[in-house]
């Protein structure tokens, strides 16, 4: 085998090393991503239950939804409550009432 020829296959060798070394770190960060965004998803299932229970004023049900949850979640559950209070109320606040309302 010429020089030549060794070269090349050394730099081919080096490309190919390179390519699977990035390859592995785009797999790797895109399977960090899913992992988060599966996450996600479970807390917004998780807080969607509680809010469907407690819409249904199944007390029972909000309380076994909520029970089952990490204290992290519980807090971002209440504090997405107050913001979905406080902006009810203030578009109730603007809203013209009818006697259709009663």
């Known amino acids: 085998m010429s020089d030549d020829q060794t070269d090349w296959a050394r730099n081919l060798e080096r ?41 249904q004023a199944d007390l029972e049900g909000l309380e076994r939804v909520l029970r089952g949850l990490p204290a992290e979640y519980l807090r971002e559950i209440s504090a997405a409550g107050a913001v979905v209070t406080a902006t009810a109320d203030r578009i109730l606040s603007q809203t013209p009432t009818t006697d259709d309302d009663l």
């Open 15 to 55: 490309a190919a090393e390179l390519a699977a070394r990035e390859f592995g770190a785009a797999v790797e960060k895109a399977g960090r991503a899913l992992g988060k965004a599966v996450q996600q998803a479970g807390r917004t299932a998780k807080a969607q239950a509680a809010m469907g229970a407690a819409f």
